[in-house]
């Protein structure tokens, strides 16, 4: 079964940390791209950071840089999201996704994030 789950997300005071986690199965976790997207409530979903298969590339929102730090381990089919200085802004859902060309993305459920004092 082709899936990825999410796990990580909590609530946390401004200023805190968060790492979060997203565990793939069903398919080859190395031959596709990975991103982190987010969606706060009234809002559009917006991708928050990349990571190339290998993970030697990445690429992130301007609203995070500085901030977030996305990797991967591909022998644990596992890929991170590590969100620092955290904001009340940065109160979403976040879900992570599996992309390659031709292939149709994978999506998560989702975890929230709530940055709250």
């Known amino acids: 079964q082709v899936q990825l789950v999410e796990s990580g997300g909590g609530l946390v005071q401004p200023g805190g940390s968060l790492r979060l986690s997203c565990a793939a199965s069903g398919f080859i976790f190395s031959t596709y791209h990975m991103s982190w997207y987010r969606q706060a409530p009234g809002k559009e979903r917006e991708l928050v950071a990349s990571i190339t298969r290998a993970g030697g590339s990445t690429n992130y929102a301007d609203s995070v840089k500085g901030r977030f730090t996305i990797s991967r381990d591909n022998a644990k089919n596992t890929v991170y999201l590590q969100m620092n200085s955290l904001k009340p802004e940065d109160t979403a859902v976040y879900s992570c996704?599996?992309?390659?060309?031709?292939?149709?993305?994978?999506w998560g459920q989702g975890t929230q994030v709530t940055v709250s004092s």
């Open positions: 996704n599996a992309n390659r060309a031709g292939q149709l993305a994978i």
